[in-house]
C-alpha cells in the first residue's frame, strides 16, 4: 500500500463526505435505539459505516478501520437477526462512532489517530460473531454450510426449504451422491493433479466447494422433474440456469472440465424443452457424477479428471437415441421440490437468457424493492456539487462589493434626477438603468446568500444523541421535540450557533428539568420534555428552546447577583423579573451550585449571549416559574449584508441596522424629561431612556449640533431612543468588520462594523446590543 | 480502455479513479449506485466495469444481474471488502469475472485487469 501516493483532496474529501455520514449515523444511531427492528435503518447504518471503513482503509487509517470494523461487524450481525439491538450495543456503537469522530479531528489536526478502547471493538467483535448464535439469513453459506463438508441427500429425501439452511451433517463423505447410479468410472481411468491456484481464488475455494454441491443438488431435483412431462418445461429452464451459474464458476476457476461438463448440461437442458425427452436423463445424472467427483476433489486441492470429450459429444446429438427409459426415485410431481426453483424460471422468458431472479438470489434480492421511488431522491443528491466555503466567501464579497457600486450608481441616479442635469430622455434612462440594476443585485444577492443556506438540522441533528447521553448521565426521562430542522440559514450563522445551543441545552436538561421524582412531586408526568424549534419570521430566524422544568429561581439570581456584587439590594428592588432574568446573561454569572460536567464548564450565558449577538442575533427569555422557561434567540437570515438607516451626526453618517428599528420620532419638548440625571422620553405611555448619539461616539463638542430626531431602537422587549441630528434614508449595506482591537475595546462607541456608503464615504454600523448595553448601566452606575 | 466506476462513495470513486489513473486508464466514466450506472452504460459503452458491492437503491449485485441480462460479455470486475469475500461466488454466478478486495493496491488492480482481460480472450 504504502507506494500509493493520495492527493490531498482524497483525504479532504474523505473528511467531507465520511463526515456527513458519521453526523448522520449519530442521527440513525439515536432512531434506531428507538425502533430496533427497523432493517432499512439497519442497513443504512451499516453502510454507512461501511464506506468509511472502505475509504478508510485505503487511506491507511489503520486505526480507524479496525474500531470501524468492529462496529460493523456487529451491525452485520444485528441486520441478519441474529440478536435485536439492545441498549449496550447501542452504547458500544456510539462509543465507537464517537472514536471515529475522534480520528476525524486527529486527521484535521494532522495528529496521529487515537487508538480506540480495545473493550469496546473486543465487545463490539463479540457481538458481531453473534455470541454463538447462527446466521439464519443471508450469511448462511459462509457460517453455517461452509463448515460441514455438505453432503446432501438426493432431493426425493430433502423437500428443500426456502433458503439454503444447514443441512443434516453426513459424516466425513465430501461426496454429493447423485441418484440414477450413473458411475464416473465407466468413462475410463481419472487423472489426479495437484491444484495450482493464486491465492485470491484458493481463498474462495472451500465456498466454491460448498457451491457447487448445492447446485447439485438442486440440479438432481430438477433433472428429476425432467421425467414429468407437465413439470418438464419449468425443470428445463431452472437446469439450464443452474448449469450457467455453475458455468460461470468453473470458468471463474478456470477449471475447464467442470466448466465444459456444465456447458454440457445447458446444451442438454436446452434440448429438453424443444424436444420433449426424457432420456435426457442418464448423460445429465453422469455429468453430475463427473463434477461431483471433481469438487470433493478440489476440496482436497487436487484436480480430478476423466476422459470426458466423447461423453460430451453424445449431449448434442444423443438425445433422441437413449434407450434407457427414465428411471428416477424421485416421485414425479413431489410439490415440495417443484415450487421454488421452477416458479420463477417457469415464467415465459426463455431459458437460453438466464432469468435475473436466480432461485438462490433471494437474500440479495430483498434489497431491491422501492427502487423507483429512492432512485428519484438518488438522482437529486447527484444534481449537487461540493463548492470549496472560501469560495462562496469570495463570492459573497463580490456581491458585496456589487451592493456598494449599486448603491453608488442609484445614488448618482437620483442626483441627476434632482439637478435635472442632461436631457430628459438621459434621465428617464438613467432612472431606469439604476432601478434595473437595482433589481438585479437584490436578486443576485438573495441567489447568492441561498447558495450559503443550510439547514438548521444540520445542528439540530445532534442533539438527539446529545440529550440521550445527558438524560442517562442525570438520571433524568428527557423526550426532546425538533420542530422546523429544515429552516435555513447563513452557514456562518450556522458555524457560530453550534456551541450556544448546545450549551443552552445542557442548562434545560442540567438546571431545567426536574428529577423524575421531583416531577411527579411537582403533579408533572415523570418525562420531561424539551422542545426545540425554528421558524421563519421576516428577515430573520427564529429559535426557541423551551423546557417544562421548574423555571428561573428570580430570587435566587438576586441573592447571586448580590452576591456577585453585580448589583447592589436597591437596584435589584427596581427590577421587574424579566430583568431579573436576563441577569443570568451578565459575565461571571452561574447560579449552578457546584460545576456539573454537564453544564458547569466554566463558560457562562454571558457567552452564550455574545456568541448570539456576534450574529447580529438577540437572546432572551420567557421564564414561566414551576413550568418551565424558554429560551428566544432571534437570528438574521445572513450576517454580511442588511438593511440599514443611515443618520447623520454631527457631521457623520452612522448606520442604524433596520431589523432593530421600530420607529423615528421628532419628540416635542414636553415628552422629555430626566429620571436620575438620566434623560428619558414619553412615548405614548411609556418611558423610554434616551442616549445621545454625539455622546456616544465622542464627537468633540465643536462638531456636535442639534439632535431633533429619536431613533426609536428594540432589543427583544427592551426599547431605548437614539437621538441624531439628521435622517439621511434607507440603504443595503454591506458589513465590513473592524479591527478586532478597535471592536475588542469599544473605542469607536458602541459600533459592530463599517460599510461603504452611496457617496462612496464609510461610515460605522451602530451595535445594538452594545448600545443597549450602555442604555441599561448608565442610570445604575 | 474505458473503464466505469460504480460505487456511492465519492471518496472510493475519486480513490479508484487514482489508482486507475496511475496504471494509465484515464477514460472514467462514475455512477453513484446500479440504478445510476444501468442508465449510463447505454450512452458510455465501458470496455470494464469495476462495480462496488454494498450500495444504496440497486446494490452491485443486482446492479450484475441486471447487466448481464442485456450484455454477456463487458467485463465486470466486482470491488469488494474482506467481510464480503464470503458472497463472492453468488457474484460470480451472476455474471461477475473478477473481484477485487478493498483495499488495493495499483499493481493488485493492474494483475486483476489483466487476469480478467486475458481469461475472457481466451475464452472468446
Known amino acids: ?781 | 480502455m474505458k473503464i466505469m466506476l460504480i460505487d456511492d462513495s465519492k471518496t472510493m470513486r475519486n480513490i479508484q479513479r487514482s489508482v486507475l489513473a496511475q496504471l494509465g486508464h484515464t477514460t472514467i466514466e462514475e455512477a453513484c449506485d446500479g440504478q445510476d450506472a444501468l442508465s449510463k452504460v447505454g450512452a458510455f459503452q465501458p470496455e470494464l466495469i469495476l462495480v462496488d458491492w454494498n450500495m444504496p437503491n440497486m446494490n452491485g449485485l443486482e446492479f450484475v444481474k441486471a447487466f448481464r441480462q442485456s450484455n454477456k460479455t463487458t467485463p465486470l470486475i466486482m470491488v469488494t471488502t474482506e467481510s464480503e469475500k464470503a458472497r463472492v461466488i453468488e457474484a460470480i454466478k451472476a455474471g461477475v469475472n473478477n473481484y477485487v478486495i478493498k483495499p488495493f493496491t495499483p499493481d493488485l488492480l493492474s494483475q486483476r485487469i489483466n487476469e480478467t482481460l486475458s481469461r475472457l480472450a481466451k475464452a472468446a
Open chain 1, 1 to 781: 500500500m504504502s507506494q500509493m501516493a493520495f492527493d490531498p483532496e482524497l483525504m479532504q474529501d474523505f473528511l467531507t463526505e465520511s463526515g456527513e455520514l458519521l453526523d448522520q449515523l449519530d442521527q440513525d444511531l439515536v432512531t434506531l435505539e428507538t425502533a430496533p427492528g427497523d432493517l432499512e435503518l439497519l442497513n443504512r447504518i451499516f453502510r454507512a459505516l461501511h464506506t468509511i471503513k472502505g475509504s478508510a482503509s485505503f487511506l491507511q487509517l489503520t486505526n480507524l478501520v479496525h474500531v470501524a470494523h468492529a462496529a460493523e461487524s456487529c451491525l452485520n450481525a444485528a441486520r441478519n437477526r441474529v440478536f435485536v439491538v439492545c441498549r449496550s450495543d447501542m452504547d458500544l456503537l456510539l462509543a465507537a462512532v464517537d472514536t471515529i469522530k475522534k480520528q476525524f479531528d486527529d486527521i484535521r489536526e494532522g495528529r496521529d489517530l487515537t487508538r480506540a478502547d480495545e473493550e469496546v471493538v473486543a465487545k463490539l467483535a463479540a457481538r458481531g460473531e453473534g455470541g454463538g448464535a447462527d446466521h439464519p439469513h443471508e450469511s448462511a453459506p459462509d457460517a453455517a454450510v461452509a463448515t460441514a463438508p455438505a453432503a446432501t441427500a438426493p432431493a426425493a429425501t430433502a423437500p428443500q426449504p426456502p433458503a439454503p439452511e444447514c443441512d443434516a451433517p453426513s459424516p466425513s463423505e465430501p461426496e454429493v451422491q447423485v441418484s440414477g447410479g450413473a458411475s464416473p468410472e465407466t468413462l475410463g481411468a481419472a487423472q489426479e493433479r495437484p491444484l495450482v491456484l493464486d491465492p485470491s481464488k484458493a481463498d474462495l475455494l472451500d465456498l466454491l466447494v460448498v457451491d457447487v454441491n448445492e447446485t447439485l443438488t438442486k440440479l438432481d431435483a430438477q433433472v428429476a422433474q425432467l421425467t414429468a412431462e407437465a413439470s418438464r418445461p419449468g425443470a428445463a429452464a431452472a437446469l439450464h440456469e443452474l448449469a450457467d451459474n455453475l458455468n460461470k464458476t468453473a470458468e471463474f476457476f478456470e477449471f475447464a472440465p467442470m466448466s465444459r461438463l456444465a456447458q454440457g448440461l445447458m446444451k442438454l437442458a436446452s434440448e429438453a424443452r424443444s424436444h420433449a425427452i426424457d432420456p435426457a436423463v442418464p448423460p445429465a445424472r453422469l455429468a453430475m457424477a463427473l463434477i461431483a467427483e471433481q469438487a470433493a476433489g478440489l476440496s482436497q486441492r487436487k484436480l480430478i479428471e476423466r476422459p470426458i470429450d466423447s461423453f460430451l459429444e453424445t449431449f448434442t446429438g444423443a438425445m433422441t437415441q437413449s434407450a434407457t427409459p427414465a428411471q428416477s426415485p424421485t416421485p414425479a410431481a413431489s410439490p415440495s421440490a417443484q415450487a421454488k426453483p421452477s416458479t420463477a424460471a417457469a415464467a415465459p422468458s426463455p431459458a437460453s437468457t438466464a432469468p435475473a431472479a436466480s432461485p438462490t438470489g433471494n437474500a440479495a434480492g430483498d434489497a431491491g424493492e422501492d427502487k423507483s421511488r429512492e432512485k428519484h431522491d438518488a438522482k437529486a443528491a447527484e444534481q449537487t456539487i461540493r463548492v470549496e466555503v472560501g469560495r462562496l466567501e469570495a463570492l459573497l464579497n463580490l456581491v458585496g462589493e456589487l451592493v456598494l457600486q449599486k448603491n453608488r450608481v442609484n445614488a448618482m441616479s437620483r442626483h441627476i434626477q434632482a439637478m435635472n442635469l442632461g436631457s430628459q430622455e438621459f434621465r428617464e434612462q438613467a432612472g431606469e438603468v439604476s432601478g434595473g440594476l437595482d433589481r438585479v443585485t437584490s436578486d443576485l444577492q438573495l441567489a447568492v446568500m441561498k447558495t450559503r443556506m443550510q439547514p438548521l438540522d444540520k445542528i439540530f441533528g445532534k442533539y438527539p444523541r446529545l440529550i440521550r447521553d445527558l438524560a442517562a448521565k442525570l438520571g433524568k426521562k428527557i423526550n426532546l421535540v425538533i420542530e422546523g430542522g429544515e429552516t435555513e440559514v447563513d452557514k456562518s450563522v450556522i458555524e457560530q450557533l453550534g456551541d450556544p445551543l448546545i450549551h443552552l441545552m445542557r442548562n434545560s436538561c442540567d438546571h431545567g428539568l426536574e428529577s423524575p421524582a421531583d416531577r411527579a412531586a411537582a403533579g408533572k408526568s415523570e418525562v420531561g420534555t424539551i422542545r426545540l424549534s425554528a421558524s421563519n419570521a421576516g428577515g430573520h430566524v427564529e429559535i426557541r428552546i423551551a423546557d417544562d422544568g421548574r423555571g428561573l429561581n428570580t430570587k435566587r439570581i438576586s441573592q447571586k447577583a448580590i452576591e456577585k456584587g453585580l448589583y447592589t439590594q436597591a437596584q435589584i428592588d427596581q427590577m421587574s423579573e424579566q430583568e431579573l432574568c436576563r441577569i443570568i446573561f451578565l459575565p461571571g454569572f452561574s447560579t449552578a451550585e457546584k460545576i456539573s460536567d454537564v453544564s458547569g464548564r466554566g463558560v457562562g450565558m454571558d457567552v452564550v449571549r455574545s456568541n448570539i449577538e456576534k450574529v447580529k442575533g438577540t437572546i432572551d427569555l420567557i421564564n414561566d416559574p414551576g413550568k418551565g422557561c424558554t429560551v428566544l434567540i432571534k437570528i438574521p437570515l445572513t450576517v454580511a449584508i442588511m438593511s440599514a438607516m443611515m443618520v447623520g451626526v454631527g457631521p457623520e453618517t452612522y448606520a442604524v441596522p433596520l431589523s432593530s428599528i421600530v420607529e423615528i420620532v421628532r419628540p416635542e419638548k414636553d415628552q422629555l424629561a430626566s429620571i436620575n440625571q438620566s434623560p428619558v422620553m414619553r412615548l405614548r405611555d411609556t418611558v423610554l431612556p434616551l442616549l445621545q448619539a454625539a455622546e456616544l461616539f465622542s464627537l468633540p463638542a465643536s462638531k456636535r449640533d442639534d439632535a431633533p430626531f429619536a431613533v426609536v431602537l428594540s432589543l427583544s422587549e427592551r426599547r431605548v431612543g437614539l437621538m441624531v441630528s439628521r435622517l439621511i434614508g434607507q440603504q443595503e449595506v454591506v458589513i465590513k468588520p473592524l479591527d478586532e482591537e478597535l471592536s475588542r475595546t469599544g473605542a469607536g462607541g458602541p459600533v459592530s462594523g463599517a460599510t461603504v456608503r452611496d457617496d462612496g464615504g464609510v461610515s460605522l454600523i451602530v451595535d445594538v446590543p452594545r448600545l443597549f448595553e450602555l442604555a441599561e448601566a448608565e442610570p445604575r452606575r
